[in-house]
């Protein structure tokens, strides 16, 4: 079945670090891939989505590309704020069978210090 | 516009008592899905619904029970609570067609002692 595996966290930066979060992905076909954010207390936003293969899908200064080859959506950021400290999913929607169904990553703790 | 809206945040149970999560929408989405949040889990799929009537198992639903009365409404049943369940539980809708993004509520945090 599908599954999702990034790296685990937390990862802990200095404001203005660049930010890299591995995601890799194992379905059949074609997925669509996504990125959400969980701030403190609240629940998952969409952070971005990638629909096909070398799509890059860009939102609030984050970052990912959508590689088939590598089969793999690595979030990323040039210049982390305090209030990106979050924890980030990675998940995927297979083009065949459920379509409510998400399949998600463990999530990453983000930590962002001054 | 609310968007997905989730009563109640928290909840206390004791083993063995029953009780509803609700979850509400206002944007018209056909599809619904219910998610539990653990440590170190992701989210995992509970039960979902592709339109009101239609429902149907995710990957961890023994112990839920769902049911679609509405387009708005997808109540999640706890029968008999189990420390098993203690968890967060989210509530997301899915527009279906072309668009993919799912939006989640706020969550209901249960804790079953």
């Known amino acids: 079945g599908d599954s999702v595996t990034q790296m685990e966290g937390p990862v802990t930066l200095s404001e203005e670090a660049f930010l890299t979060i591995n995601c890799t992905y194992t379905?059949?076909?074609?997925?669509?891939l996504f990125w959400y954010v969980q701030y403190p207390g609240e629940g998952l936003q969409l952070l971005l989505k990638?629909?096909?293969?070398?799509d890059k899908g860009s939102n609030k200064g984050f970052e990912a590309t959508y590689r088939k080859e590598t089969t793999s959506f690595h979030l990323e950021k040039g210049s982390v704020q305090v209030s990106d400290s979050a924890v980030y999913f990675c998940?995927?929607?297979?083009?065949?069978?459920?379509?409510?169904?998400?399949?998600f990553g463990t999530g990453t703790r983000l930590q962002v210090t001054l | 516009n609310a968007g997905v809206t989730q009563t109640p945040k928290f909840q206390v149970l004791k083993t063995g008592q029953s009780m509803t999560l609700q979850c509400a929408q206002d944007?018209?989405?056909?599809?619904m899905s219910w998610y539990r949040q653990d440590p170190g889990m992701g989210l995992r799929l509970i039960h979902y619904?592709?339109?009101?009537?239609?429902?149907d198992q995710g990957e961890v639903p023994n112990g839920y029970n769902v049911s679609r009365s509405t387009t708005e409404d997808f109540p999640l049943r706890l029968l008999s609570a189990a420390p098993s369940q203690t968890s967060v539980y989210f509530c997301?809708?899915?527009?279906?067609?072309?668009?993919?993004?799912?939006?989640f509520g706020p969550g209901t945090r249960l804790t079953v002692t």
């Open positions: 998940a995927l929607r297979g083009d065949t069978g459920t379509a409510s169904k998400l399949t």
């Open positions: 379905a059949t076909g074609y997925p669509s």
């Open positions: 990638a629909t096909k293969a070398d």
């Open positions: 944007m018209n989405h056909e599809y």
């Open positions: 619904s592709v339109g009101a009537g239609i429902t």
């Open positions: 997301a809708t899915f527009p279906g067609g072309a668009r993919r993004e799912q939006y």
